[in-house]
Structure formats: C-alpha cells, structure tokens
C-alpha cells in the first residue's frame, strides 16, 4: 500500500515538476522583466513592468528596525516611521526659515525641561516652568506649519494604500498611484528622506504612545508578547517590543530621532522597488534625477551583541481575566544560514493546512486548542531569533494540556522519519504558494524590496523554494534535535483566573 | 544599448553634483510638476452567462499566472437563520468543506487536495454562503468535481459539526478579551438592537441547538441554481469552460428563490452606555444611530461627505483629533450604506482612560461641526479629487473587475453602475454636502458607548449624563434562551441559598427588618466612617439613616417619594440614582430571597469561580451575580455591574437572628480596589415601624 501511495505522489510531483518548468513564473522569466540599477549614492532601486492599468505601486524598504535601538532610545525606529509623513523642508511649512528657527526652540527648551526634570532632586517649580514654555514653544512652532501636507498631495492625486510599518528588522513604506503621478511620486518620496522635518513631533509622540496602548496594553496577546520576547532575549534587542517603553515614549526627543535618521536613513542601507505601469526608458531618469538627491553618507555600523546560547531555561506566566494563550520559544540561527529551509520545511509540517501535524493531533483529534502553529522568524529574521509554537486553548482546556501536546509533536520529529509524501506535499505546497504570490503590484513591490533588503538579492525569493525542495528527512530529524531542547526553551503563557466573563 | 544610457545617465548625475541645482531643473514645489493625462484603458469584463433554471455565471480568462480560481456564491446566511440558532452560519460554514461529501470524508479530501496545493473551501457569511475552488491549472479536471460533488452533496458528518462547535464555542469564550472587539459587537448591537439578524450573536445555547439535520435543511433551501451566481477567473479557454459549466448545471432545476428578511431594526435609545472592562489602559468609544443603504440617490453626497469627515488621515476626524490634539490612533466616522440593507451613522475611536470625558466631547463636537457648519471649497475639491483620481483603482485587475460585476449582480444593480459613478460624484456641491449632513447625522439621536476603567477617567462618565450599564457576561451554556429565563441548575442553587439563609417559610414570614451597622467607606473626600441604620419594609421601601461626621443623612426609597434629608435641608433624588436605588433594592439578598417563586425574578447559573457557583439573578431588568458555595448554599459574595464599575461584596460572616441567617461582616472592593467595609452589630425582624418612615417631611 505505501509503496504504491509513494509512487503515485511522486507521480504527482513530477507533472507538477514539469508543468512548473513551462510556466512563465520562473526565476528566467522574471529576470528578463526585471532592471535593477544601484545608484551614485549608493541606493538600490528594482523596477518591474506589469502593464496592464495605469497604475503603479512601490515600496521602499530601510534595512533598519526596533533592533537598532539601545535603552533611553526603544520606539525611536518606529517613531521615525510616524515622522516620515509630516513633510520636508519644501512640504508641510508656511515658511521654512521661520519654522526651522522655531523648531530649534522648542529643542533647546525640551533639552532644558528635560534637564531639569531628570535631576535626583529636581525643583518642581522650576520644572513646571520650563515644561510650560516648552509647549508654548511648540504651539508658536505649529503656527507655522501645514497639518499633514505630504498625506493631503498623496490623496489628491489619488494615491491609495498609503501606509509604512517597523518591524524588529526593518521599516517599510508603500502605497500606490495612477501612473501618470510618476514623477510627482518621486518628488514626493525622496523628498521625505531628503530632508525631514520633525515637525509636530512631541504631538506624534502621544499618538504613539496611544498605539502602544491599544496593541500592547489593553490586548492580552500584547501583554504576553512583550513579556516573552523580553525573557527569550537577554542580550539582543529582539527582546524589545518595537513600540517602545513608556519611560522611552516619554523621553526621547526630535534630536534623537535626527541622530537615528542620519545614522541608518542612509542611501546604501535602502532598498526601493517600483512594479506597475511604468516604461524604464522614461523611468529610469525620473528616478535618477530625484532619489539621486539623497546624500551618499557611510553605511551605518552592523549590530554588535548576539544573544549568548541560551543554557537556563525560562518562562513567563500573565494571569489574567482573559482566555489562555501557550506559546514556546526556541533559538534558531538567522534566516542566513544554511538551515533556514529546513527550518521552514518543519514550520509547514507543523502548521500548514489540515494535514498539518498540530492541527491533526490539538485541533482535530484531541480538541484541545481552536488553532495552533510552529513558525520562524520571531521577532525578526535578520539575527538569530525564535522559532515559535502558539497555541489558542478551547474552553475547559489550559496551558498545561497544549504544553504536553506540542511536546508529544516535537518528540515525534524529533525521532521518526518524516514520510516521504508528507514531506513533498509541504515542498509541492511551498512551490505553488511562490506561483500565488506573483501578482499584484503593490504585493510584489514589497515582497521584491523586503527579499532585496534581508537576502541581498531579490532572486532569492525563488532560490528559497529551490532550497526547501532539497531538505530531507534527515535535515528534519538533525535540526529538531538541535534546536527543541530544554535549555534551549522559553514559556509564555496566559493563565485564566475564574470563568470567562 | 541600455547600458550606453546608464553611463551616460551616471556621467550627467555626476556632473550635475557639481553644478547648481537650477542647471538639472531642480523641483522645489510640487506644483511645479506637470500631470500628464492618464492613459485610457478599459479593464477586460468578464462575459456573463444566464442559464434557463436561473443561474448567473461570470468567466474571465488571465493567463498571467497558471493558476484557475471559481466560486459558487449562494443566496441565504445568517440573515435568514432563527435567533435562537444565532451562529449556525459559521458552524454550516466549516463542516460543509471538513464533513466531506457522501463518498470521501473531509479528512480524505484533506489529504488529496493539499498534496496537490489545491484548495477547495466553504465559507458562510451575513447574506450568503460559497464554495470556491483555487487550483494549479493542470489539477483543474481532478479537482472541479470534487468541487461540484462538495456544492451539490455535502455530507455534514457529526465528528466535524462538533469540531465546528468548538471553535465558535472558543471564539465566544474568547469575545470579551479584547476591549476593541467588545466595542465593534456592542455598537452593532445597540444601532440595530440585539434581535436584529445584523446584531445577533452566538451563545453557548445557541450553538449547542444547532443538528445536523439543521445544516442539511438549510442547504436544501438555499442551494438552487437559481440562487447561485458563478464566477470563474483564470488559465483556461472561456469557451470550452463556459460548455463545461452548461452542460454541468443547466439540467439542475430551480428551487425556492431566497429572500431577504426583514432588517427588525430597533432604534438605539440616545444616551451613555458604559461597558466595565478593567484590564486597559483605554477607553474606547463609539457612538451610533441608524444610516441608510446603497440604493439611495444621495449616496454619493454622502460619500463625499464620509471622506471630508472621518476619510483617511485628510479628514477631519484624523486631522483634529490625531494630528492636532494627540488624542488617539485611530479614529474615523461615517454614514454607512451597505448593499442591501440599513447601515449605520458610526463613529469610533480608542483613546486613554484619563482623555475619555475630553475624547467624547470632543467627537461629538465634531459631529456637530459637520451638521451645522458648510464645508469649504478647499475640504470639497480635496475629497472630490481623492475620489476621483483614485478611481482608476477599483478597477486595476481582472480580478477586481470580476468581482464587482459579481457583487452588482447579487445586490440586484445595473451592471454599468461603477462606470456611471464618477460622474454622479462630479456633480456633488456644497450644499448638497450640508442637505445630507442635516438630513442623515442626527447628534441628538447618537447612543455612546464607552468601554474602559472608569475609575481612570478623568472625570466620571455620568457628568456626561444618565449612564446605562450594560453586562457582557457570557451566558452560561446551560442558560434559558438570551432573552433571559430561569435554568433549572439556577432554580435549584438559589433554592440551596434559601435554604442556608432559615429557609423559605422563615424568609417568607419577613416583612420587614431593620439593621444596625458600622461602615467605613473609602470616596473620593477620602476614607469616611459611618454608623448606619437601615430599614427595608419589603418588597420596596428603604430608609437608611446614616451619620456621617458631617450630620446625619437619610434616604429614602418608597413607590410614593424618593428624596434625602441632610443638615441642609430635603431634596428629591434624582431619577438615575432612584432608579439605581431601587434596582438595588430588588436584588438585595432577602428581597430575592422573598421571590424565589416569581416568575419576573430569573435564577440563571452563569458559569463557576474555583469550587463556587455562579448564579445570575435578574430582577425586571436589574441584574446582579451572586457567588456561591455549591455544597451548602452559602452566599460567599455578590458583584453588581454599575456605573463606577464591578463592585464586589464578600460577606465574610453570618450570623443567626432567631431561625434566620444573615450576614453580618462584608468587605467591597470596586473595579478591583478597595472600596470599604462594613459589620451588622444589631438584627431586627418585624420591627414596628414609624406611620411617617417613608413619608417626606
């Protein structure tokens, strides 16, 4: 019976081998349509043409995130990412060397306030003071700037889908326009890393501080995320939760976020990708003459500690009103290393679809857990990281219950053999997610930034897939007894004190 | 060639470093910048096909990627499913693909389907259910039957309806968690009320009720040709799809034709509705009041008047309260306008606690602004043009395109309705704007919720007027029906208390009783110290003698008068607290004890704490939950939901007056701190009372 199941999927592997080989989807097609160019400055910049509406999408991508932060300055990289939508010295002022004045001001007085204010005994006369004119300083500075100038100029020509994130790794901006917007687009976007302007930043501040509130403080996933990469990590700042700590939200000034722009907002560590209707020979110029503008400056230094092999074994417990959550964490090297396929081939026989091993043993078999994943990359993937199981308990079941089961998952790959079939579905499914992935202009423009950025080099996007369908079972046994160990563990849970409300 | 260019391109850029800026026509104004038109394109429609027995069905070719996408869309979900199935969709919407069909289990098709990367999925949403099938172009022919065999012969198999159980059970243990999602449920519910099929929610109950014979009957109503609209989109030849689908379907008879049910909106009673949530560090806000549908001509005034208001971060609502004041993340607003039924005037927005007064005030403001001021000429053209010029997006992909002809056709619109669009939109003015903001947006009618800690708030959240808690506790599964009701198990634990406090005859025979104690309280003047002497004459008089170092205070609860005697004089209560009062007085312990037999009083068991019961009593709309010692009926402690928040009474001690038991040490605790305490010193029952306790002076 297995022997002719075996032959019938490797039967199935090779049609889809072969009808993969004439497809236009391969990493040959793609080649031909794509152009890269690195300019003068040091700026990579990707170019695929998809013609079929007069639209465009693009997405530049700073190889900088929450890791490049120390202590006094978490939620600075995140904070930048708020600030690259308040304009430039050409958009968003009434009248630049006015503004450029009063916004010195209102530093020197919030370095004065802030002086003042950290002493071991500070006069609290003198500090309210100096706070008052520190707000009377930025509301002389207000009066002389256009609210949101650079987001009104995006909407009105009818871009959409304008948003950026900070993750651990990097800092991501996009949105998409009718393409006869090109060279208004180009203006636009190198004029935020031109020249930014920290504008209204104090007011961003408390915006921020209000994103910490509903994603981190007021969500029991938020709570235990923050508290669990704060234990998996003791030396790498992954342990930091992107959005910052409060005293840090409270703190950190425009100063400091200039100092982090001019260190990491660097032409060579940015990456730009631009997918959609447009015809490079009218392009290229355009992109030439704007982003050529940004200053060349050195390339800021790479990130020096690297988390110490983790000997203890730790974890976290939150005991809350809310449902239980389980999650554990173990240590895997960056997503350059050699294993990284194997490691993704173990997170799809964990996690993807119903054939998936904790779906079929927590979520089918036992009931235990409504939904349940094995996954990479956790913060980040740049630097050595987690790989992370997570677990949604069902009523009547507790942390303890999915913790036994994940483990009984993990013994198994850890000593049987992946079969054979189970192991070329997940390659056959890795193959067909990469065909699906390959539409949509503002997807590919990010997916093609981000792969440029973290790999080195947007081809690896498809080398990725040839590299997964190369693991074998044996990778698979290798890797687990390397990785889920013990001391190589971290818990974070949610334990549920009295019934649901 | 091209690279000739790029070294000449490099020699300019270079060049250029050293000339100055006005030499490479540099741009220092984005008006400077030309527009050239936007090149026309028409986005390829897909051809639509009616079959005789009433099917519709859409086929669009798009070989860019080897990949053939279709769905099955059908008429009928949740919409039309009875309240007291609430959320047979969702469970009809998993078992249909995980029960399998008659002849392979879902676990077979499992195995067969994602060894191939292909998907066949079912969903089942507010208005309608669907099959879809996602396929490598060369599985087409393996996986289109079973794809046509799930859609025509599900098998719904118990071991899955189960499973499928589970998980809604999870998702309504889990529906309290997060203050964001409590806010979305709750608004709904008081825009539409809680009966109306776009407000109803699963319970436990619910879901327990649904059978397997419910989800084979609702797929013999539903799935009929002539309620189903196909759409398929992908690598393959259209015309030898398009003779593969008739000849599949075109001998499959009509059936009944779906219908849409009546929206059962009931208006939300303008006001201040409070939902305690302790666990954040926000509050959240919305406010609601009934909006309109698509099918209104002044819906295009209206969305411009939704993109001036709360549009992205262009609009107002983003403007003034992000960007200007620093108050929230997120906030937005807006008349909705669904397809085909009532939508809802909502805004929303999350702030922290300590700017929840500042933050409503300041969205109704807004609110108001938008009613009875003109917008201007600059928010118009900046909305008109975002619209406008934006535009090209709705139809960039095949895909898109597809899909809107799909979404026309179900809702019953012209199919050239979106190239007709713009033009409507051109045409709006100014005053069109100020006709449908006087006319759609009605301050005065907005029920605001607010869900937080409101012992953070700046101030408390009735000095923006008479508050209405509502309680979110989940029900238990055992519980009667969600419209309330007593539960057996509930009947049973509070007879068990009766029992523990003397038993019914010596309960019933109470007419009265009046108790000494002494108080401590913590307020916010600080911690205050009162001896108190209560008198209940029952079922609704109360006179509370309290001396306080300030004098003494009474108050008085009776059917007649309401009022308070102070060093300063009488005064009337007012109607919120007297209402609270006497809610309070319904579900005092011996109160509900005397009515254990009425049929307007409801004894529910509302999960367990530990080892103890928790019993939900309802008193004609005054609730209360009492917390209790299963094996000897001991009240351990009671929580009541107001506006402060949860307070919590732990009765300490009981003690024995005559052949009845009452408590006697009680400690309060309120949203989680400290709130006082309080020790019975004297118990009298069927005291004499005074001709003029209850009378006003």
Sequence with gaps: MTAVRTRLSMLVALTLFAALGVTAQDLASFEKRMQVRTLGNGLTVLMLERRDAPVFSYATVVNAGSAQEVPGITGLAHMFEHMAFKGSDQIGSKDWAAEERALRKVEEQYRAYESARGMTRPDEAKVEQL??????????????????????????????????????????????MPSNRFELWAYLESERFRKPVFRQFYKERDVVFEERRMRTESSPFGRLFEQFVGAAFIAHPYGFAGVGWPSDLHAFSASDAEEFAKKYYVPSNMVLSIVGDVNPTEAWPIVEKYFGRLPKAPAPPALRTVEPPQIAERSVTLRETAQPIYMEGYHRPAASHPDNATYDVISMLMSSGRTSRLYKTLVRDQKIAAGAAGFNGF???????????????????????VQKSIRAEIERIKTEDIPAEELQSVKTRVKAGLIRQLTGNSNLALQLAMTQTLAGDWRELFRDVERIDKVTAADVKRVANVTFTESNRTVGKIESKGAAK | MRKTAAVLATTLFIAGLFTSESVLGQVTDHREIKTPPLRSFSMPQPKRIQLDNGMVIFIQEDKELPLIRGSALIRGGGRDVPAAKAGLTGIYGQSWRTGGTKTRTGDELDQFLESRAAMVETGGGTDSTSVSLNVLKGDFDTVFPIWLDL???????????????????????????EPGSILNREANRLGYGPSSPYARQAEYATIASVTQQDLLDFHKRTVHPNNIIL????????????????????????????????????????????????????????????????????????QIMNEIFGGGFSGRLMQRLRSERGLTYGVGGGVGAPWDYPGLFRVQMATKSETAIE?????????????????????????????????????????????????????????????????????????????????????????????????????????????????????????ASTAGGSNPAGMALVRKVQEFAGGKAAIDAVTAVRQTASRNMVTPQGPMSADTVTLVQYPDSLRQEMTLPMGKVTTV??????FVITPMGTQDLPGSQRDQAAGELKTEVVNVLKNVDNPKYTFTTAGTDGTAQILAVGAEGSTVRWVVDPATGRLLRTIRSGQ???????????KKFGNLNFPTAAQMTRAGEKAGDMRVTNVEVNPTIDANAFVKP
Excluded at chain 2, 152 to 171: G, H, M, S, Y
Excluded at chain 2, 367 to 389: G, H, Y
Excluded at chain 2, 426 to 446: C, G, I, M, N, S
């Design chain 2, 231 to 302: 759409s398929f989109i992908g690598d393959f030849d259209a015309a030898q799809l398009e003779k593969r689908l008739r000849d599949t379907f075109s001998s499959w008879p009509r059936g009944p034709q779906v219908a849409k049910p009546d929206p059962g909106i009931t208006q939300p009673k303008p006001g201040v509705y409070f939902v305690t949530k302790d666990d954040v560090t926000q509050a959240n806000i919305a406010m609601v009041h009934g909006g309109t549908d698509r099918s209104n001509p002044d819906y295009p005034a209206l």
């Design chain 1, 379 to 401: 913060p980040g993937e740049k630097y050595p990281n987690l790989f992370t199981f997570y677990a949604i308990t069902t009523p009547g079941h507790t942390p303890d219950d």
């Design chain 2, 557 to 562: 609860l009776a059917p007649g008068a309401s």
């Design chain 2, 644 to 654: 402060a928040g949860e307070t919590v009474t732990e009765y300490t001690e009981w």
């Design chain 2, 151 to 177: 859609l025509r012969n599900p098998a719904f198999r118990q071991d899955k309806i189960d499973l499928a159980k589970t998980q809604a059970n999870t998702a309504i243990s889990r529906r309290n968690d």
């Design chain 1, 131 to 176: 706070r008052k004119a520190w707000q009377d300083s930025i509301a002389e500075a207000d009066k002389l700037m256009e609210n949101d100038e650079f987001s009104e100029i995006v909407d009105r020509a009818g871009g959409v889908g304008m948003n950026a994130f900070t993750s651990s790794d990097v800092t991501a901006y996009f949105f998409s």
């Design chain 2, 359 to 479: 933050s409503v005030e300041a969205l109704k403001g807004e609110v108001a602004r938008l009613v009875n001021d003109p917008v201007t000429a600059a928010e118009l053209s900046l909305a008109k043009e975002s619209i406008l010029n934006a535009y090209v997006f709705t139809m960039d992909t095949r895909d898109k395109a597809l899909g809107q002809r799909v979404q026309l056709e179900f809702y019953g619109f012209p199919a050239d309705y979106f190239t007709k669009y713009p033009s409507l939109i051109q045409q709006v003015t100014a005053d069109d704007v100020q006709r449908v903001a006087k006319q759609y947006v009605h301050p005065d009618q907005l029920a605001v919720l607010v869900v937080g800690k409101q012992s953070s708030f700046e101030k408390p959240l009735s000095s923006l007027g008479t508050v209405t808690p509502i309680d979110i506790t989940i029900p238990a599964a055992d519980a």
